[in-house]
């Protein structure tokens, strides 16, 4: 089975701090996405990855970047972080052509 | 533009009940179609799929059929379960997969 890891459940952080979040799949997929999950809100995406060093934004980029060095990991940087970024945080992959399997999400607090 | 487009919740039901989560679309071409599961505390599933017009998915007793005439995707389960009990996303795709389009869930509560 696919596994995709996001390395903290829970998160608090404080407003202005670097914030780094943290995803890793197994399956040697090429691409990979984060997204933000709202109440009525659905999933947004912020950035995707299909290929290592290459990124593209998503629907709601602002405020956010993202590091792929390595194929089975991506990160997420909220370079300074306002209370606007609190919210669920869902990472997932996929082969071209296939599904997305997504990881447990990050509850991310910025207080 | 793509979206889609979900019947707002919760929606509660009694143990085998039948379930109906109405999902309606726009694409700008000829998208697949998903529908992804949320149980408690964790990431999504992906539940079933639909690649074309007139396919039916199905999983676990769930089944959707993909109409492009109404533009619709229709979640549905004869006989629901309390371990039914999660939030529902539908979803479309286009270019290979490589973009997604989620509605906003659906939460489902199924009652013993």
């Known amino acids: 089975d696919v596994k995709v890891t996001q390395s903290s459940r829970y998160l608090v952080k404080r407003t202005g701090e670097k914030v780094f979040l943290e995803c890793v799949q197994d399956?040697?997929?090429?691409?990979m996405f984060w997204y933000r999950q709202d109440p009525g809100l659905g999933l947004r995406l912020i950035y995707f990855?299909?290929?290592?060093?290459?990124?593209e934004k998503g629907d709601i980029p602002e405020g956010y970047s993202v590091s792929r060095e390595k194929k089975e990991r991506f990160s997420l940087i909220l370079e300074s972080a306002s209370t606007n970024q609190t919210s669920m945080y869902l990472c997932?992959?996929?082969?071209?052509?296939?599904?997305?399997?997504f990881g447990d999400g990050t509850r991310l607090s910025i207080l | 533009g793509n979206s889609v487009t979900q019947m707002e919740g919760p929606v509660t039901l009694s143990e085998e009940a039948f379930l109906t989560i109405n999902c309606t679309y726009t694409?700008?071409?000829?998208?697949?179609l998903f529908w992804y599961v949320q149980y408690p505390g964790e990431g999504l599933q992906l539940l079933l799929k639909a690649t074309k017009a007139d396919d039916k998915g199905s999983n676990k007793g769930f089944e959707a059929t993909y109409r492009k005439e109404t533009t619709s995707f229709h979640l549905e389960k004869g006989s629901v379960q309390v371990s039914d009990s999660a939030v529902y996303f539908c979803?479309?795709?286009?270019?290979?997969?490589?973009?997604?389009?989620f509605g906003s869930g659906t939460k489902l509560n199924v009652k013993p």
């Open positions: 979803a479309l795709s286009l270019y290979n997969f490589n973009k997604f389009y």
């Open positions: 694409a700008t071409g000829y998208p697949s």
């Open positions: 399956m040697d997929h090429e691409n």
């Open positions: 990855s299909y290929d290592v060093k290459m990124k």
């Open positions: 997932a992959s996929s082969q071209p052509t296939q599904p997305q399997h």
